[in-house]
């Protein structure tokens, strides 16, 4: 049995990715656990993999919170983990962004060059001006001790993308032959099994979306005007754990009865009984960053597994390659900016598309991550 250890800085439940990842571990009597993670501070659900996983949290510095004791905490983390994971002797060693760097990087140097299979995964691209300008500095100076130390180092390193692959190669001049693809699909129980299902029999068109949210970052605007002056009778909720001061205060001044936020969004089990009841699920993201510009969002891929057809930006390059056609869920690359010409007849699902079920779950590509990175 290997003994396993996972570094994930940021709360499990923030990361659905990271908790369908472990889920799938702890099922397998391969391995022996061990996980080090922060506690949430937004009143989720805590994550618990009910299977005996071991996971160790701390306290997660808050925005609040003096400068001092922000460093006091982040210290404490990496100070406490580093000593666990020095007592674990684990054989292979995972850590998700650089954040969560500090605890891998003490141990690989101090005990063990040789015997530990390191992994590397990251939830997102973080391009090299990225760093430069807007990283804040903990994690600027995580990544340069990465670079000079663990890039080399590590046996495998993920991105979500073939597109992010390749620029975070480029970036940060990798081996390609320790880069692999580790795709945010949703767990195949969340399989839409009914074959029959199509958008909507009533007059409403009812649109969802899930997720983080801000202003800058999305074209929430310019949906909402789309939504607010259109003929047909269409509606629009958000459910949202994340979103900034200044976007739930617009929504707010909106005062429409077709646009509803939940603040307290929804747990992630809970998602496929909630996104069945909606006709359209968003992608709202705008390309401000190349984070964004090549990404094909978890969202993309759990609206489809529940059979909801997708809008998403024409900005986002690497979406384009799950457009469909002629067949259902339809998957549509929108102008945002210019929706308001758009007719949402011509957007609607086609009566004679057929239903096909989507073929993106977590689990295949969890199967071969640990033949070909944990235990090759």
Not at 152 to 181: C, G, H, P, V, Y
Not at 319 to 327: K, L
Request: aromatic share 16%; charged share 25%; proline share 4%.
């Amino acid at each position: 049995m290997k003994k396993v250890s996972i570094l994930h800085y940021m709360p499990l439940e923030y990361y659905p990715p990271v908790t369908n990842f472990l889920n799938y571990l702890s099922g397998s009597k391969l391995f022996k656990l061990s996980v080090y993670s922060t506690y949430n501070s937004k009143n989720r659900k805590e994550y618990d993999s009910k299977r005996g996983t071991t996971i160790f949290r701390a306290k997660l510095p808050h925005k609040d919170d003096t400068v001092l004791v922000r460093l006091a905490n982040f210290f404490k983390y990496n100070i406490n983990f580093t000593y666990k994971i020095f007592r674990e002797k684990p054989d292979v060693l995972i850590y998700y962004e650089s954040i969560s760097v500090l605890p891998a990087l003490f141990y690989l140097i101090f005990k063990s060059r040789n015997k530990v299979k390191l992994v590397i995964i990251h939830h997102e691209y973080f391009s090299k001006e990225w760093y430069r300008t807007t990283a804040p500095i903990v994690v600027k100076f995580n990544h340069f001790l990465e670079k000079l130390y663990l890039y080399d180092r590590a046996d495998s390193i993920s991105q979500t993308n073939l597109d992010r692959s390749s620029r975070f190669a480029q970036d940060n001049n990798i081996d390609l032959n320790k880069l692999f693809e580790m795709p945010n699909y949703p767990p195949s129980c969340w399989s839409d099994n009914d074959a029959s299902f199509s958008q909507t029999e009533t007059n409403t068109i009812k649109f969802v979306y899930v997720g983080s949210l801000a202003l800058a970052y999305s074209h929430l605007e310019k949906f909402c005007e789309w939504v607010i002056s259109n003929k047909y009778d269409v509606l629009f909720d958000i459910y949202s754990f994340n979103i900034e001061r200044s976007t739930k205060e617009y929504l707010e001044s909106l005062g429409s009865d077709r646009i509803h936020l939940f603040t307290e969004g929804i747990d992630y089990e809970d998602l496929p009984k909630m996104l069945r009841e909606y006709d359209v699920g968003l992608i709202l993201y705008n390309a401000v960053t190349d984070n964004y510009k090549y990404n094909a969002p978890n969202k993309l891929f759990e609206y489809l597994a529940c059979g909801l057809d997708i809008w998403f930006s024409k900005d986002l390059i690497t979406s384009r390659n799950y457009v469909t056609e002629g067949f259902y869920p339809q998957v549509i690359q929108i102008d945002f900016e210019n929706l308001i010409k758009e007719s949402l007849e011509t957007l609607k699902r086609k009566p004679n598309f057929k239903y096909q079920k989507s073929k993106f779950y977590c689990e295949n590509i969890y199967k071969s991550v640990v033949e070909q990175r944990i235990m090759g």
